[in-house]
């Protein structure tokens, strides 16, 4: 895949960059590697007060570098600037609260005792280069939310971001730059997919995370797993959106459209799957169907758009595949299913909603990466937690009850990392974000994401 800034919204090149060759990559994996021993024992107030200036910088360019998202990537301007200022904000969360996190711990006088030692520590030390996999279609936030955490923990970082962002993966590496971050702390490698193994392998790369595609995190599980090197991954998603009778369904139904149609449909967060009982599905389906059909299609840029172009020709031919399927398979096509008219360049797609889903629909069990939503009606709350759970991914879910047992009954018994109730998925730095089953493994944000790439070291002491 060539490395390239693409519009989605004209299919026009705009920009081609050269991979690096194996000298580039070897002088970058040099610089990372004398960078971390110099870096990570550089106090914590001098790392906060870097991340600090980055997060000043990032403010500063907020408009700069969501019109360049927008223009590789298609997200909306307006969502566009909202992440950037997302990233401020953990940036700056970390900056104060990182020292803090990161503590020596002092295990229980009782076991200090009993193990003989004077006094027992248990204290967090950074491991060193970690080479992070990030994904396009936040291409910003995926990226600042491991380099903000990895960095105040003394890491450094070596960002392979998606070949169709590179503009945002070397404003990245500028960014730090600027912020007075000594070389080789953050470096963006521009390479193909092929270049990642070899990199990975390499001694002086203490760990890897990626946030991406079930094939891709099989493929760095496996080569780190190799080279026993500890790994974070985030996967896909086709998170469920249930809906129960004591819901508040004005409430529920205008989530539901943001949840689904958020960075144009292309998030692993999104609600994707919509479990409605019964007693309200008629009412929610008419109001559902009718938001989706009224959102405005079209120039990402422009500010009144609601859904942009999905990221590339393939991203829509995938959706497309899936749609078709279903509606060859018996799915209700209750709006959408097309591409949209009078929109000839760039790779839209309607607002889609199908009903009547069954099991043999691929898209009953695979991701739907665009804004096609599938609606499910179940008879009581037993069927709509077992139709979440028939799902490969793991990774958030939604519930919309007032029922105080039904919530204590689906934060029992959905598996997914995250269980949000009367509300959208949305992550936030100070809580554990991250899946289970084919979701992936390991935390991002908050202490745990902080610890993830740390030597957890025991320090005893003789008396």
């Known amino acids: 895949m060539p490395i390239a800034t693409v519009n989605p919204a004209t299919g026009e090149t705009l920009k081609t960059y050269d991979a690096l060759g194996g000298e580039e ?23 906060s007060e870097l991340l600090r200036d980055a997060a000043e910088l990032l403010e500063a360019d907020q408009d700069d570098i969501a019109r360049t998202m927008t223009l590789e990537m298609g997200k909306t301007l307006k969502s566009a600037r909202a992440e950037a200022a997302k990233c401020v904000k953990a940036m700056r969360w970390y900056a104060e609260h990182a020292e803090e996190l990161l503590a020596d711990e002092h295990p229980r006088a009782h076991d200090v005792a009993d193990s003989g030692a004077a006094d027992t520590v248990v204290r967090y030390r950074p491991l060193g280069p970690v080479l992070a996999v990030m994904p396009w279609n936040f291409p910003l936030w995926q990226v600042v939310r491991f380099a903000a955490p990895a960095l105040m923990a003394g890491n450094v ?75 974070v991954l985030e996967l896909g998603g086709s998170d469920p959106y249930l809906v129960l009778p004591s819901a508040d369904l004005d409430k529920a139904v205008a989530t539901a459209v943001t949840a689904r149609v958020q960075n144009n449909g292309q998030s692993c967060i999104a609600a994707k799957r919509f479990i409605v009982h019964t007693d309200v599905y008629d009412a929610f ?24 172009p999905l990221s590339s020709e393939q991203g829509r031919r995938s959706l497309e595949e899936l749609v078709d399927d279903a509606r060859g398979r018996g799915a209700t096509v209750l709006c959408g299913g097309d591409r949209p008219e009078g929109l000839t360049a760039g790779w839209y797609y309607e607002p889609t909603v199908l009903a009547d889903i069954t099991p043999e629909m691929r898209i009953h069990h695979e991701e739907a990466f665009g804004p096609v939503a599938t609606l499910y009606r179940v008879e009581d709350l037993d069927e709509a937690v077992k139709t979440a759970n028939d799902t490969p991914f793991g990774l958030s879910s939604n519930v919309w009850t ?25 992550s936030h730095p100070g809580f554990p974000f991250g899946g289970a089953k084919r979701s992936g493994y390991g935390r991002e944000l908050s202490a745990h994401g902080i610890k993830e790439f740390c030597n957890a070291t025991t320090l005893w002491y003789g008396k």
């Open 157 to 231: 970082g070596l960002l392979k971001h998606a070949s169709n962002v590179p503009q945002t993966a070397l404003y990245l590496e500028d960014l730090f730059r600027r912020a007075g971050y000594p070389d080789g702390c953050f470096q963006t490698l521009l390479v193909g997919s092929d270049a990642v193994a070899d990199i990975l392998r390499d001694p002086r790369v203490a760990a890897a995370t990626l946030t991406g595609s079930e094939p891709a995190g099989r493929s760095v599980a496996s080569i780190a797993g190799d080279v026993i090197k500890k790994t």
């Open 25 to 47: 990559i070897e002088a970058r994996l040099a610089r990372a590697h004398a960078a971390f021993h110099v870096f990570r024992t550089t106090p914590f107030a001098a790392r």
């Open 285 to 308: 389906a008419a109001r559902f169907v009718q938001a989706m059909s009224a959102l405005a299609v079209g120039d990402p840029m422009e500010e009144s758009t609601d859904v942009g």
């Open 402 to 426: 007032r029922d105080e047992a039904e919530k204590e009954h689906c934060a029992r018994d959905l598996e997914a990392g995250g269980v949000y109730f009367n509300g959208m998925t949305a």
